[in-house]
């Protein structure tokens, strides 16, 4: 159980134009979803929280016209990176929580990430 | 500030140790602890995770330690095998957020 699944896997994109990627919960309800960034050797940088429903909450330094989050169902979100530049390359990862616990986010099921590259 | 500190980039072993790895925390209160083990070009996939008032974890091969007067949470994986070489993240979380460590990536030689 709790299979979250994203993709593409891989995205190899011009610079300028946007790229979309979904993030599912294959067997629960994801009430809540997070989207990371990792560079190499780095650990997971949160970038924006999303609630079923309702806007994301962005991390600070983040932008939020430039990655579009959208949380529509309780199975799906997806992050749009907008005008995409070559620093924006990088491994984005998704993870999926079933809900809040007393308050705090209880255990985050991770996708396999996609490995995005703007030329 | 807040850090989340790992031990060492990398952690290599003898085939059938036990291998330790470290995760200590300044200037946080959190509520629970997770370990996560990430192999490379993947996302993390969780393996433990251990409340504040807990002292220790165990699942098959793996134990958690969590000292929250030191500050710091021991992963210990015994009898270590070739396939449990990894980047291991420790994770955090207080309220509605999570915060991930660098990781320790282990090496299990045979």
């Known amino acids: 159980g709790a299979v979250v699944s994203q993709h593409p896997s891989r995205v190899i994109c011009k610079s300028g134009t946007s790229v979309k990627i979904e993030c599912r919960s294959l067997?629960?309800?994801?009430?809540?979803m997070f989207w990371y960034r990792q560079f190499p050797k780095q650990s997971l940088m949160l970038m924006a929280t999303?609630?079923?429903?309702?806007?994301?909450?962005?991390e600070q330094g983040v932008e939020k016209d430039k990655f579009l989050i959208n949380h529509a169902s309780l199975t799906l979100s997806t992050l749009t990176v907008t005008s995409a530049h070559p620093e924006d390359s990088s491994f984005y990862i998704c993870?999926?929580?079933?809900?809040?616990?007393?308050?705090?986010?209880?255990?985050?099921?991770f996708g396999p990430g996609t490995r995005l590259l703007v030329l | 500030s807040q850090k989340i500190e790992q031990n060492s980039e990398a952690l290599n072993i003898q085939e059938g140790k036990t291998a330790t790895l470290t995760c200590n925390y300044t200037n946080y209160s959190p509520a629970y602890l997770q370990w996560y083990r990430q192999d490379p070009g993947r996302g993390p996939v969780f393996l433990l995770l251990i409340r504040e008032n807990e002292k220790e974890k165990r699942k098959e091969r793996l134990k958690v330690t969590f000292d929250t007067t030191l500050k710091q949470s021991l992963f210990h994986i015994t009898a270590s095998q070739p396939a449990d070489s990894a980047t291991y993240l420790c994770?955090?979380?207080?309220?509605?957020?999570?915060?991930f460590g660098t990781g320790t990536k282990l090496q299990v030689i045979p």
């Open positions: 993870s999926a929580s079933s809900g809040l616990a007393g308050g705090l986010q209880e255990t985050q099921y």
């Open positions: 999303s609630n079923e429903g309702s806007k994301a909450t962005y």
């Open positions: 994770a955090l979380a207080q309220v509605q957020k999570v915060t």
């Open positions: 067997d629960f309800q994801a009430t809540t």
